[in-house]
């Protein structure tokens, strides 16, 4: 059984930084994409950065620049850099791994930026 540990959220101040990380457990696939996702109150959950096997990244035009993804192969881990945080990036983070077929969704992790 595959599942993803999310962990980094936490309350942080405008212009401050996060790191969050999503390990996965079980057999996997070496050919995946891996992604993060946010839903904020009211909102439908919205794609925030995509990573490929291959290296392939995109961003959300709302977080270019400021926000990167990266990967650690060796540990099935998927990381989020959040740099120059602002009050609309307040949300539940959710963490998506793909390994052909199948797509995994980590718990959340809440990311709160003070106003």
């Known amino acids: 059984q595959v599942q993803l540990a999310e962990s980094g959220g936490g309350l942080v101040q405008p212009g401050g930084s996060l790191r969050l990380s999503c390990a996965a457990s079980?057999?996997?696939?070496?050919?995946?994409?891996m992604g993060w996702y946010r839903q904020a109150p009211g909102k439908q959950r919205e794609l925030v950065a995509t990573?490929?096997?291959?290296?392939?990244?995109n961003y959300a035009d709302s977080v270019k620049g400021r926000f990167t993804i990266s990967t650690d192969n060796a540990k099935n881990t998927v990381y989020l850099q959040m740099n120059s945080l602002k009050p609309d990036d307040t949300a539940v983070y959710y963490c998506?791994?793909?390994?052909?077929?199948?797509?995994?969704w980590g718990q959340g992790t809440q990311v709160t930026v003070s106003s």
């Open positions: 998506k791994q793909q390994y052909g077929s199948k797509v995994y």
């Open positions: 079980g057999m996997l696939f070496s050919i995946f994409v």
């Open positions: 990573i490929t096997s291959g290296g392939s990244t």
